[in-house]
């Protein structure tokens, strides 16, 4: 467990390495014209996104009580879902559209828009900071972030509190030791700055993607 203040050292040595797509547009449906699909992410967003969309209107993963995981449009000024309506109409499964969006993530990730703090603490325990960019939070998400997160912490057993698309905090500790005056103190310094409540989103992290705790 990690005590005493923390110290966000952001460094441009810190940005996570260039990661390959894990699926080619030309490997998909050749019919698949109705949607752009390097424009294809995922996106974190609050639950009630499936209220006010309505049922059957978006492809998602749950992400726990409070978040899901949608398929997500970047229109450049804007982002919209992607309904599985849709993809039948473009010749895309649901399996390559998500494939391919994670793809996209990992490239948009690592072409230096995500600003990256790795924050020292007092005793030698350290933490990475991901911000900036609206997709920051959905890094969780994708394997090659996961060992580079493990080689910044030095660490495989790795927790994380996400928000709301543009913040996450990730651990090498035990999860149980995150609910202290020391994380609530650091989330609070977070909402001050951020333009949405940070939350208090916790999961663990692994190869095959994170597991909500609570």
């Known amino acids: 467990m990690c005590g005493g203040s923390l110290n966000w050292i952001f460094d441009v ?3 996570p390495p260039p ?3 894990d699926l080619k547009s030309s490997m998909l449906n050749p019919l698949a014209i109705m949607l752009d699909v390097d424009a294809l992410f995922p996106s974190v967003v609050p639950r009630s996104y499936l209220i006010q969309l309505g049922e059957g209107a978006c492809s998602y993963l749950d992400l726990g009580p409070n978040l899901i995981v949608m398929l997500s ?5 804007a982002v919209r879902n992607v309904t599985p309506n849709e993809l039948e109409k473009s010749g895309i499964s649901d399996d390559e559209a998500w494939a391919k969006a994670m793809g996209n993530l990992g490239a948009q990730l690592s072409g230096g828009q ?3 703090g790795v924050g020292e603490f007092d005793d030698g325990g350290k933490a990475i900071f991901l911000d900036g960019h609206w997709l920051a939070s959905a890094a969780i998400f994708h394997n090659g ?3 580079w997160f493990s080689e910044q912490l030095g660490s495989d057993s ?4 996400i928000s709301e698309r543009d913040s996450a905090v990730i651990f090498a500790e035990d999860c149980s030791a995150l609910v202290s005056e020391k994380i609530e103190s650091f989330i609070s310094r977070v909402e001050l700055e951020s333009r949405k409540p940070f939350g208090r989103n916790l999961f663990t992290l ?3 993607g994170p597991v ?3």
């Open 158 to 161: 790795l927790c994380a509190l």
């Open 206 to 208: 692994a190869p095959e």
């Open 13 to 15: 040595g810190s940005t």
């Open 114 to 116: 995500l600003k990256v």
């Open 73 to 77: 449009l970047d229109l450049g000024s």
């Open 212 to 214: 909500y705790v609570g």
């Open 145 to 147: 972030f996961y060992q």
């Open 19 to 21: 990661l390959a797509a």
